[in-house]
């Protein structure tokens, strides 16, 4: 059985910045994509940025360049550096896992979505003031 955690979600001004962590509490494959989702009120949920196994990343191109997605070792949290913050990046903040027989994907931000990720977190909120 694997949990994921969120945590760091806040309140900042735009420009500001934010890192967030998502804690796994273990890894039932080798392979693995671990992944930021978040949606905003009235939207539907979005990719933020992937992380694979094998340290690739990928990201939405409204995050490219102010976001990063980061994962140190294997026992490491997953974090999201969040950068030049925007009021549209106001959201709930999800940590999603794929793993395990039947559930690795190709774990690019422009091949998979959220319905390939089988484990998930209960979000963190964040919110950009102008």
């Known amino acids: 059985q694997v949990q994921l955690e969120e945590s760091g979600g806040g309140s900042v001004q735009a420009g500001g910045s934010l890192r967030l962590s998502c804690t796994v509490s273990?890894?039932?494959?080798?392979?693995?994509?671990l992944g930021w989702f978040r949606q905003a009120p009235g939207k539907d949920r979005e990719e933020v940025a992937f992380?694979?196994?094998?340290?690739?990343?990928s990201y939405a191109d409204s995050v490219k360049g102010r976001f990063t997605i980061s994962k140190d070792n294997a026992m490491a949290p997953l974090d999201l550096q969040m950068n030049s913050l925007k009021p549209e990046d106001t959201a709930m903040y999800y940590c999603?896992?794929?793993?395990?027989?039947?559930?690795?994907?190709?774990?690019?931000?422009?091949?998979?979505?959220?319905?390939?990720?089988?484990?998930w977190g209960q979000g963190t909120q964040v919110t950009v003031s102008s």
């Open positions: 999603a896992a794929a793993m395990g027989t039947g559930a690795y994907i190709t774990c690019d931000i422009t091949r998979a979505g959220e319905k390939n990720f089988n484990i």
């Open positions: 992380i694979a196994s094998d340290g690739a990343l």
């Open positions: 273990t890894y039932t494959s080798r392979r693995y994509c």
